[in-house]
């Protein structure tokens, strides 16, 4: 038998050999670490299906955030938890100065100045009585063009809190050209659209609905993509850029690999991808069983997503893994 001529395990046989020749690397800055603050409560509120994380309280999330920055940490992406009460059938305490999204934008802001990208969620999900991402027409339907205005809105009470970046996650068509026109009219220029370009009607948002409080009946199938589509990953992301995004998102992340290589083939802006809660709950939930390690079940997730394309990463588990990088 002739020796083969070429012989690839010899650069995988020391740890220092692999990573000189590692094609993707992870580093802290590229992380975004998702965080829910929760109205009315005095003490952070465990999330049980997304074990480790929280419901966070207005001083708590300030401490994350602080946290966040000192790890190197990109950014903090804020979600609203309002009391039930508050809740109506436009959402409208998702633009409320004093509504609990806002106030956390401003309370995070205080607390970490520029040290931290600080961006808001843009969507009314949380806030609406039905639990849909907008406002819902005659026929039951969400009416696209009356929900955008009310995006426009919330986006620049967003700026006005001191948001980074906005971060219009609803699928609604034309929501990014809104947003844009609407905060450069507001005098916002600078505050930039993170946005959710293509983002599928997926059943791995569960956990995210119990940590928000959704009221959800039903699903988003009629503005959320269809998990069979590819191709309308590409006119969904274009349309974004044209649109004024600075950086479009893809979401989920793990199970949807192809869609974010042909984004981020294509794409001349930065592009983000989101491991969403039903992503991190599967492996949380399995390294509480000893059947997955933790560590190196995240580390190889979020190594695969840039592989797979992604400039930066939403992920719940963006501390954990700064950490680890280190
Ligand atoms: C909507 C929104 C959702 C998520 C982020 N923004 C839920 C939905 O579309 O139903 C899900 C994120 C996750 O599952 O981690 N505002």
Redesign the pocket.
Known sequence: MSSPVRRPRRLRTTPAIRRLVAETRVHPAQLLL?VFVADGISEPRPISSLPGLVQHTLDSVRAEASRAAAAGVGGIVL?GVPEPDDKDASGSVGWAADGILNRAVAAVRHEVGDDLVVIA?T?L??FTDHGH?GVLAEDGTVDNDATVELYVRQAVSQAEAGAHLVSP??MMDGQVAAIRSGLDLAGHEDVGILA?AV?YASA??G???EAVGSSLVGD?RTY?QDPANRREGRLEAALDELEGADIVMVKPASHYLDVLADVAARAAVPVAA?Q???EYAMIAAAAERGWIDRQAALTEATTAIVRAGADIVLTYAALDLAGWLR
């Open positions: 998702p979600f969620d969507c999900d949380e991402c996650s609803g959710y983002k791995f948002y956990p995210f609905r988003r959320q989101y969403v809660s039903g």
